[in-house]
């Protein structure tokens, strides 16, 4: 399986030595997105807010390579506050994901300044549908 390595100005600069996407064709996976914005660096407040700019940031890579929202398969949420924030971030996320919903797996995690932070694997349905 050969795979592609893909960065792009307008997400935040990775925090270390990883890329943005990874795309292996049919399959595509992102690192794991803040909410920083990408023109400032500025963090928004609140989950809501965070959780809007973090699916931003998803979304931005996704289009690196060709793919939306739509095409994701599977979600990691991290939440700083998993029972204070789930209800708010996950109201985000229903409004911005749309039925069949990915798989999704949300933990609580000890976030570095922000309140959450997300990765997803996405599919090409039709290389998948012609493989």
Do not use: C
């Not at 292996?24 to 920083?36: D, H, I, L, P």
């Not at 095409?71 to 039925?99: C, G, I, M, S, W």
């Not at 309140?115 to 996405?122: N, P, T, W």
Request: proline share 7%; hydrophobic share 40%.
């Amino acid at each position: 399986m050969t795979w592609t390595a893909h960065t792009s100005p307008e997400l935040p600069e990775p925090a270390g030595p990883y890329s943005h996407v990874i795309d292996a064709g049919t399959m595509v996976w992102t690192a794991g997105f803040g909410s920083q914005d990408p023109a400032t660096g500025a963090v928004p407040e609140g989950i809501t807010a965070q959780t809007e700019q973090v699916l931003d940031n998803v979304e931005v890579a996704l289009r690196t390579v060709g793919l939306g929202l739509a095409d994701v398969v599977k979600a990691t949420v991290h939440l700083q506050h998993l029972d204070r924030d789930f209800a708010a971030y996950n109201e985000v996320y229903a409004n911005r994901f749309r039925p069949p919903y990915p798989v999704r797996t949300t933990v609580g995690s000890t976030l570095a300044g922000i309140l959450v932070e997300v990765d997803v694997v996405a599919v090409r349905r039709d290389r998948a549908a012609a493989g």
